[in-house]
């Protein structure tokens, strides 16, 4: 394992995704798709804690009273860690299932869909405002990570089925999104771009998935650095420590045998590396 990474959690999560520092707890939260598994590894005891949950979450974003709010299988759904509990906010009908969310700049949780069908352009973003889920954006296929620029103007979502990372005008105080266009397209060499974050230079960091490398764009899309995880299988990056000075990596396994993952041995591990730079603070949500 290069010197750079950190190995954190040793364990093989079918889909690792949705990293979030919770940092007045000092810690992790992260999902395993696949497994309906919650994962929260705490930083100072470096003990991963483990709640299995009634159905798939695949994106999570803290509330103001310690809980979480989560883009769920069925739509938006409040956490009870207590309890490992869901309670269902509103059902999201667009696509077959929802596929990462984070809170934007004013504390509203954004989440996607994706499709698993013909139909390519059936997911969508949608931002929960109060208990209904409002489209924000139409007509992607697998949307992946979302972030916005330090100054909330620029949102940026990944289409993983397309290889491709849009950007929209944003406006924070109505939560509209506008004037969408293709901001990078990856090759099939480069991999799947699938979760990113923000730092607080305005660099754009993506998990490239299937080839372990890790972008960082500058804000007018030039790629300035490449980076190479452990293992090829990537997913999801976030900001995290005392000054947003770390940077938590997920990963999958799903699809492996025991050949591949013993080429492999760190797929679906946790990670974590100092990328040189400063992460910006994800706000809470404001619906708690």
């Given at each position: ?280 603070p994800v706000p809470p949500w404001r619906g708690i």
């Open positions: 394992m290069s010197e750079d990474f950190e190995l954190l959690v040793d364990r093989q999560a079918l889909l690792g995704t949705s990293p979030l520092w919770i940092s007045a707890l000092n810690c992790v939260h992260w999902v395993d798709v696949l497994r309906r598994e919650l994962h929260t590894y705490h930083r100072d005891s470096e003990f991963d804690e483990v709640r299995v949950l009634p159905e798939a979450v695949a994106g999570v974003g803290a509330t103001r009273h310690g809980q979480l709010v989560a883009a769920g299988d069925r739509g938006f759904a409040r956490v009870h860690l207590a309890r490992a509990a869901l309670e269902l906010v509103v059902q999201v009908r667009g696509g077959d299932r929802m596929n990462g969310g984070s809170c934007d700049p004013a504390g509203r949780f954004v989440g996607g869909t994706l499709s698993h069908g013909s139909e390519a352009s059936a997911g969508a973003l949608y931002v929960l405002d109060g208990e209904r889920a409002r489209l924000l954006v139409d007509a992607l296929s697998r949307c992946g990570g979302i972030a916005w620029s330090p100054d909330g103007a620029r949102m940026y979502v990944v289409d993983s089925a397309q290889r491709t990372i849009w950007t929209y005008d944003y406006d924070v105080d109505r939560a509209r999104a506008t004037a969408g266009r293709q901001w990078v397209v990856c090759t099939e060499a480069e991999g799947s771009p699938e979760g990113l974050a923000v730092d607080a230079d305005g660099c754009v960091w993506v998990a490239m998935h299937w080839s372990g490398r890790i972008h960082r764009y500058a804000p007018n899309g030039d790629l300035e650095t490449v980076l190479w995880a452990p293992t090829r299988r990537i997913t999801d990056v976030a900001f995290g420590g005392s000054r947003l000075e770390e940077m938590y990596v997920t990963s999958a396994c799903f699809g492996y045998d025991e050949r591949a993952l013993a080429a492999d041995p760190l797929a679906g591990s946790l990670l974590r590396f100092r990328p040189g730079t400063a992460g910006t």
